[in-house]
């Protein structure tokens, strides 16, 4: 069964600093997303993507946070300045395109913020 | 603003027993999703629920979907160890930019 897969599966970073999480979304799905869940939280929409361009951002999706398709596969989010409340575990993903289709979630990664 | 609501937020129950987990839903939705994370893991999908009235079942798992009254259920049946996770509903806003808004999640431990 196709996944999406992301990377890294964790990552430490310094508060301040810029991180990069990468997915790889499966080959024939259309519209990406990022969502993220703080630890025994629920799950957050972030972010939505379609055709190249952001479809919709939910308020925390402020101006430290961007996302980009650079080369036409992978889908990156990064976080400019990292915060301690940006510690959280970050899931994408990705659905085909129609109503029948579901989302499919990748393994998550999970930032720590120090 | 749609906003999805879970009861029970804890479940602990005892294997072998039938429990129902509740989803409530505050706007006008055709499409509701089920999934199950366990610990640390990411959200497997388990139920596309697509209509009124629809009715999904795998192994010991049945969910349902009542858009008029904006509920969806997910039935356990004679509960084993092996179904304790957390069980989160989500529902499609299906008005132009789809997107998952989630429910608080139902934390499901089964006692041997």
């Not at chain 1, 810029?18 to 024939?28: A, F, K, Q, T, Y």
């Not at chain 2, 999904?56 to 009542?66: F, I, P, V």
């Not at chain 2, 008029?68 to 092996?82: E, G, N």
């Amino acid at each position: 069964e196709p996944e999406v897969t992301q990377t890294p599966s964790h990552q430490v970073t310094q508060m301040g600093q810029e991180v990069i999480l990468r997915c790889v979304p499966i080959s024939n799905h259309l519209y990406f997303y990022w969502y993220r869940q703080i630890l025994g939280q629920k799950v957050e929409f972030l972010v939505s993507f379609y055709n190249n361009e952001i479809s919709e951002k939910s308020e925390i999706f402020d101006d430290q946070f961007s996302v980009e398709r650079p080369d036409g596969s992978n889908f990156t989010l990064k976080i400019r300045s990292t915060k301690l409340e940006d510690s959280a575990m970050y899931f994408c993903a990705t659905r085909r395109g129609g109503l029948s289709y579901g989302y499919t979630f990748g393994s998550g990664t999970r930032l720590t913020v120090v | 603003e749609l906003k999805v609501e879970q009861n029970p937020l804890f479940l602990s129950m005892q294997e072998g027993k039938n429990y129902t987990i509740y989803c409530n839903y505050s706007t006008t939705s055709d499409r509701l999703y089920w999934y199950r994370q366990d610990p640390g893991k990411s959200l497997e999908s388990l139920f596309v629920l697509l209509s009124n009235g629809a009715v999904k079942q795998e192994g010991r798992l049945m969910a349902s979907l009542d858009t008029k009254a904006r509920l969806s259920t997910l039935h356990i049946t004679a509960a084993v160890h092996d179904l304790s996770a957390t069980y989160f509903c989500a529902v499609d806003n299906n008005f132009g930019n789809e997107k998952l808004t989630f429910g608080t999640g139902t934390r499901l431990t089964i006692i041997p």
